[in-house]
């Protein structure tokens, strides 16, 4: 009778076990399927990482002020890079807008210092796929905002040439002579950035997030009074 109750015992144990183990399999099947599958995407999220296009890129190269006409004129040039990413939006029609902002600030140690001069230009760059030609577009406003009637508009037939339009500023009227105050402290600050918040609204809230599309630049310079000369 014992022999019979072992046996019963050891068989019940072989089941618990083979069970267990049978579970253990089921287990381990799903956990190696999940780590194929992973793999499998890995290996196609590889290909378009190693051909992710590089991050747009700005730097200001050159910054000054010259004195004309009884005013402060600014000249100034980039670098701008675009990338793949922003040349195809392009391509697809797209436009692009850019947006170049200027201060000339006057130290002031008694107060907040004072703005003596200042510009602001917008562009709106796009391809016209019908001419095959790149039209761009200038003003003092936001032009999303005022539209393409109040803007300058010039037209290039190869993106370079449109871009090359953008990276150089030439005797931008930023204050008259009068205002320079001999004995004093100025500070001239340059800001160009790809402006985000006028492209269509559903695509703002990722392309704000892109590295492709973050591209932005900025100078700032301490001059004396004698500055442009």
Not at 27 to 39: M, P, Q, V
Not at 135 to 143: E, G
Not at 170 to 189: M, P
Request: proline fraction near 4%; aromatic fraction near 10%.
């Amino acid at each position: 009778m014992a022999w019979v109750n072992m046996t019963v015992s050891i068989t019940h144990c072989w089941k618990s076990v083979q069970s267990k183990l049978n579970g253990t399999w089921r287990t381990g099947f799903w956990l190696r399927a999940l780590l194929l599958c992973s793999c499998l995407g890995v290996a196609g999220i590889l290909p378009a990482a190693a051909q992710s296009p590089t991050p747009s890129a700005a730097e200001v190269i050159e910054l000054r002020l010259e004195r004309a006409e009884g005013a402060l004129l600014l000249q100034s040039s980039l670098r701008l890079d675009l990338s793949s990413t922003v040349e195809d939006a392009l391509q697809k029609g797209m436009p692009i807008y850019f947006v170049t902002e200027v201060e000339l600030m006057r130290d002031r140690w008694y107060w907040y210092d004072k703005k003596v001069g200042a510009a602001t230009r917008h562009y709106r760059l796009a391809y016209q796929p019908l001419t095959r030609k790149w039209r761009l577009n200038v003003s003092r406003d936001p032009i999303g905002a005022v539209g393409l009637a109040s803007s300058l508009s010039q037209t290039f037939e190869t993106l370079p040439e449109a871009l090359s339009a953008i990276r150089r500023t030439v005797n931008w009227k930023l204050a008259d002579l009068s205002e320079i105050e001999v004995d004093n402290k100025y500070t001239l600050s340059f800001k160009f950035r790809l402006d985000v918040s006028q492209l269509p609204r559903p695509f703002q809230m990722t392309a704000g997030s892109q590295a492709e599309w973050n591209l932005s630049t900025q100078k700032t310079l301490r001059l004396s009074a004698d500055l442009g000369r």
